[in-house]
């Protein structure tokens, strides 16, 4: 019977191999669960009554219905990644015409889907957008 002979070191270098691996792995494997990314911090009233708080950086609008909602849209349309633009009468691409409705559903194409909309948390007197 032959005899497989293993030394010490070696078998602690792929124990070790082992291990970095499946951590390496199970890193990317785990959800992201409660990994926030705060977007921008506004205060409740800078938000207009039936309009629209636009951060053209961040690619980001805040807007407020007729009652007290806040909600967060993505400025990216999700035809190619242009920049859109708010208006009085929605929200429109300007590269190639997509038109959304200010709660960021999609009324004409080229594009698919409606616009990203973001998590809103209210902090004290402060709005917190997450991605």
């Known amino acids: ?3 497989v002979r293993q030394s010490r070191k070696s078998f602690l270098f792929t124990l070790t ?3 970095v691996a499946v951590m390496g792995v199970g890193r990317f494997l785990s959800p992201r669960i409660g990994r926030k990314k705060a977007l ?3 205060s409740a ?3 207009p009554h039936e309009g629209a ?3 053209r950086e961040a690619r980001v609008a805040l807007f407020r219905d007729g009652g007290e909602e806040i909600y967060a849209l993505s ?3 999700t035809h190619l990644g242009c920049t859109v633009t708010v ?3 929605g929200i429109v691409c300007p590269c190639h015409g997509s038109v959304y ?3 960021g559903g999609l009324l004409k194409g080229p594009a698919t889907r409606s616009l990203l909309r973001y998590r809103v948390e209210r902090q004290g007197e402060n709005l917190v957008v997450f991605a």
């Open 40 to 42: 921008l911090t506004v």
């Open 45 to 47: 009233a800078e938000v």
């Open 53 to 55: 708080l636009v951060y």
């Open 75 to 77: 400025l990216i349309c």
């Open 101 to 103: 409705d200010r709660r």
């Open 87 to 89: 208006t009085t009468a």
């Open 1 to 3: 019977m032959a005899t």
């Open 17 to 19: 191999a082992a291990i």
